[in-house]
């Protein structure tokens, strides 16, 4: 199986700051890497598909880099709503699987 | 609107069985994979199987193979996952999610619309 490694698993920044957080997976996955956000009590959103395309209705502050194993999820300026847990997922072979999440706090 | 409304938390003994529904409304059922993942308290995020609403056929998670049962009713839109033989460790919640792609597209096994979640509490 392939495992998804996120790093931090805890970020904590200010309104404004550019943060980027890291997904590692354990064998190439070519681009097959997706990110959702997940707010406390509610299901996650979509964010980014196929490791660089943003979904629609997605503010452009968010943008997806990678392949193979390293990928990146960057939020260039954060504002007040971004605060969450982020996921990775991968759909390159079975079982899908996600990152372990990455919980973003405001400073 | 596409909207995905499951049915209500449920408390169940360890060993007893849950099945918990997915009404879809807002595009046609039978053109996308269905998608469960559980969530545990403070936990990640774990995919459990999918099911083709067109005829049926199951992908399960290994973890869960043989005490998964994910179906799809067309009649009425809605698509249903039954676990069994219930432990402890199932508490958590269950949402139902459609994938991104089109089944005549090959599907595309990313998570688009989402459930609001049912808590599922296993507890003697």
């Known amino acids: 199986d392939i495992q998804l490694t996120q790093s931090p698993s805890f970020l904590s920044a200010s309104v404004g700051d550019r943060v980027t957080i890291t997904c590692r997976a354990s064998?190439?996955?070519?681009?097959?890497l997706a990110w959702y956000q997940q707010k406390p009590g509610k299901a996650p959103k979509l964010l980014i598909y196929?490791?660089?395309t943003l979904q629609s209705g997605v503010p452009s502050r968010f943008s997806g880099s990678g392949s193979g194993t390293e990928f990146t999820l960057t939020i260039s300026s954060l504002q007040p709503e971004d605060f969450a847990t982020y996921y990775c997922q991968q759909l390159n072979s079975y079982p899908i699987a996600f990152g372990q999440g990455t919980r973003l706090e405001i400073k | 609107e596409v909207q995905l409304v499951q049915s209500g938390a449920e408390v169940k003994k360890p060993g007893a069985t849950v099945k918990i529904s997915c009404k879809v409304s807002?595009?046609?059922?039978?053109?996308?994979?269905m998608h469960w993942v559980q969530q545990a308290p403070g936990k990640g995020l774990e995919w459990m199987g999918l099911v083709d609403p067109e005829d049926g056929e199951t992908i399960y998670a290994e973890k869960f193979q043989g005490r998964v049962t994910i179906t799809a009713d067309t009649s009425t839109d809605t698509a249903y996952m039954e676990l069994s033989s219930l432990r402890s460790e199932d508490t958590a919640v269950y949402y139902c999610?459609?994938?991104?792609?089109?089944?005549?597209?090959?599907?595309?096994?990313?998570?688009?619309?989402w459930g609001q979640g049912t808590l599922v509490t296993v507890s003697s």
């Open positions: 999610a459609t994938d991104l792609g089109t089944i005549a597209s090959g599907g595309e096994y990313y998570f688009d619309y």
């Open positions: 064998q190439g996955i070519s681009s097959y």
């Open positions: 196929a490791a660089s």
């Open positions: 807002g595009y046609t059922f039978t053109d996308y994979y």
